[in-house]
């Protein structure tokens, strides 16, 4: 009842990728929509201090959702080539592997959380004016995340098993209870900055647990075993982490991009410029969901048909997934260009400075979401393809190793714009690097 009847390796290139591409960008919609309203809410109900608190605790948050996809798509790409040479057991082994991985992991984050609450917040770029926000905020958090672990790994483990319409019911479901949620604590209850953290923590657990269900009562092929730990245990979990390495790098690359906001917003615009940033990452879900869904749904089918030794199909599934990245993105970008106030009037009133700054900036940043898209998918196709390292180099590049000193060095030569074009010039140097390669690569062995 519960699968799509897809056939990774004999189907149509084109029917599996929309069966695959559709659910998950519905999907991935409602979570941007989650987003977008969470700050809606506590923009309006709380104050535009809320949203910068919000922002500072974000990056947490983000550590704990690359730690589930690393573990997600690592299972996702060694699972989908186990499956396509018969291998089931290996298959399960390997889920398995993953889910109690992640889950040290999360344990060993929320417990270090607790004990130095203080100093992170401080580490993450908290003002004193700040503080009690974001404390607040965070340690209502806490309680979800181990459910929102089951969720992240989860995703990309149920499209395996042939279940993209379930992963998708996961997301809109848990998004809508979130949704309505944040605005019952925010304003009915006036629970203020705490209630939408509660909110959120509330809607994690309903996700996590719809996808213990699937996974011991409905799945197909993927279920939980008994299994032993030993040396190649670790080897295995190690090779996994490897693989999704490039996704985790790509969600505290978002992470890091925050925190080197905040400080560079800060110290230029001070605390009217952080919550104008927060506007930006509050919209960046939506050029992360359109660019991650492609990745995603392209991901199994390249997996599969890789591990079958079918380069003919691999490549035309990177065809398909490129041109439809260039047109996911290609609309977000206009999207942001003519609707900047807009959406800004989602988040504050006109009255507010932080408005007026993030009015002006979001059409700069929206710049990036054409060259994001593109570098995504080809991250995603090598993942694919066990090529862990490359695909964690592209992500270095666009996430750190680029995007940094443009923070750092762009303000100082062109102003406040600058601090808005750092992100966009980070992406469009790392297509050329990408490109370049790829280029390179068909000629030589072509």
């Known amino acids: 009842m519960n699968q799509d009847n897809i056939d990774f390796g004999t189907g149509k290139i084109n029917s599996i990728f929309r069966a695959m591409f559709f659910p998950t960008l519905i999907g991935m919609l409602f979570n941007s929509a989650l987003n977008i309203c969470d700050g809606m809410f506590v923009g309006h109900g709380v104050g535009s201090n809320a949203l910068a608190a919000i922002n500072i605790v974000a990056p947490l948050f983000l550590l704990c959702a690359g730690i589930g996809l690393m573990f997600g798509i690592g299972a996702s790409v060694i699972g989908g080539i186990r499956l396509a040479e018969g291998n089931i057991t290996a298959a399960r082994t390997t889920m398995t592997q993953a889910y109690i991985a992640g889950a040290v992991i999360f344990a060993l984050v929320i417990i270090l959380s607790l004990l130095f609450t203080r100093p992170l917040v401080y580490a993450l770029g908290c003002s004193a004016n700040l503080e009690s926000l974001a404390t607040d905020y965070l340690l209502w958090l806490l309680p979800g995340l181990l459910f929102f672990y089951l969720q992240c790994a989860g995703m990309m483990l149920i499209r395996l098993d042939g279940s993209p319409r379930y992963a998708m019911s996961v997301q809109i479901v848990t998004a809508a209870c979130n949704i309505f949620l944040d605005w019952l604590m925010v304003f009915p209850l006036g629970m203020g900055i705490k209630g939408a953290s509660i909110a959120t923590s509330l809607s994690c657990i309903i996700g996590g647990l719809m996808v213990l269900t699937y996974f011991v009562f409905l799945a197909d092929k993927l279920r939980f075993r008994h299994i032993r730990f030993s040396a190649r ?142 570098n995504i998918t080809f991250i995603g196709y090598y993942q694919s393809r066990e090529q862990a390292g490359r695909a964690t180099v592209y992500m270095l590049l666009r996430g750190i190793i680029f995007m940094v000193p443009g923070f750092i060095f762009l303000p100082g030569l062109i102003g406040e714009p600058g601090l808005w074009l750092a992100i966009p010039l980070a992406e469009f140097i790392t297509l050329a690097v990408i490109t370049a390669k790829y280029i390179y690569d068909h000629r030589r062995f072509n």
């Open 233 to 374: 245990t670790f080897r295995d979990i190690g090779h996994m982490a490897r693989i999704g390495l490039a996704t985790f790098i790509a969600e505290i690359a978002i992470g890091i991009m925050m925190i080197t906001g905040n400080y560079m917003f800060l110290s230029y615009l001070g605390e009217d410029g952080v919550a104008a940033f927060s506007i930006g990452c509050y919209l960046f879900p939506l050029i992360f969901s359109a660019s991650n869904s492609v990745a995603q749904a392209a991901q199994p089918i390249i997996s599969y048909n890789y591990g079958a030794g079918l380069s003919d199909r691999v490549r035309q599934a990177l065809r398909i997934a490129i041109i439809t990245a260039c047109a996911c993105g290609a609309f977000i970008s206009v999207s942001m260009w003519l609707g900047a106030p807009s959406l800004t009037a989602i988040f504050l009133s006109p009255a507010e400075t932080a408005y007026t700054l993030a009015a002006d900036g979001l059409p700069i940043l929206g710049i990036c979401a054409l060259f994001f898209a593109l």
